[in-house]
Structures are given as structure tokens and as C-alpha cells.
């Protein structure tokens, strides 16, 4: 099994930002890729950003140019770099591990709220 814990949500104002951070532990070698997710009050879950273990990375349209993902492999950390923040990003985010082998693991979330 794979554990997933996020890190680095909060209150901040539109125009700020903020890093999330994921720690992985567990059975880190059967992941494959790593990616946020978030869901706002009423909507479906949507994904943000993911990256692989070679460093692809991809970015939902509404992110691109203000978030970035990133991973570290010696900490078996994910981060998400979020710049430019915007009320509409207010959302609970969760991390997200593909795995080789087994289900996929979820994180239990982190809430982003951005006032206006």
C-alpha cells in the first residue's frame, strides 16, 4: 500500500502563493506517477496537475502558467507550486498516486481558500 499525506493549504488572498506538499511512504516503488487533484464546493473532481516518474508533466488549462508540479524522488515528496492564485482555485486539494501494481492511493486532502 501506498499512504499519501498533504500538506500546505490555507487562507490566502487572490494573488498569493502557496506550495502543497505530498509526502509518500509505504510501497513508493509502485508509483508511477503522482498528481493533484481538487474539488470545489458542488463540483466534480478534477485534475489539476500530474507528473510522471520521468518528469512528464501535464496541467488542467485553467492552471497553466501559475501552478507547477514537481517531485522529489529522494524525500518521495510531490509539490504543487501555485502562483497567482485565484478565487475559483478555492477547492480542497488531493494528492494522487498511480500505481504499477495495486489501486491507485488518494491523500485525505488539503483545503486552498482564496478570498477576493
Known amino acids: 500500500q501506498v499512504q499519501l499525506v498533504e500538506s500546505g493549504g490555507g487562507l490566502v488572498q487572490a494573488g498569493d502563493s502557496l506550495r502543497l506538499s505530498c509526502a509518500a511512504s509505504?510501497?513508493?516503488?509502485?508509483?508511477?506517477?503522482m498528481g493533484w487533484y481538487r474539488q470545489a464546493p458542488g463540483k466534480q473532481r478534477e485534475l489539476v496537475a500530474a507528473?510522471?516518474?520521468?518528469?512528464?508533466?501535464n496541467y488542467a488549462d485553467s492552471v497553466k502558467g501559475r501552478f507547477t508540479i514537481s517531485r522529489d524522488g529522494a524525500k518521495n515528496t510531490a509539490y504543487l507550486q501555485m502562483n497567482s492564485l485565484k478565487p475559483e482555485d478555492t477547492a480542497i486539494y488531493y494528492c494522487?498516486?498511480?500505481?504499477?501494481?495495486?489501486?491507485?492511493?488518494w491523500g485525505k486532502g488539503t483545503l486552498v481558500t482564496v478570498s477576493s
Open positions: 509505504g510501497s513508493i516503488f509502485s508509483i508511477n506517477a
Open positions: 507528473i510522471t516518474s520521468g518528469g512528464n508533466t
Open positions: 494522487n498516486a498511480q500505481r504499477s501494481v495495486g489501486m491507485d492511493a
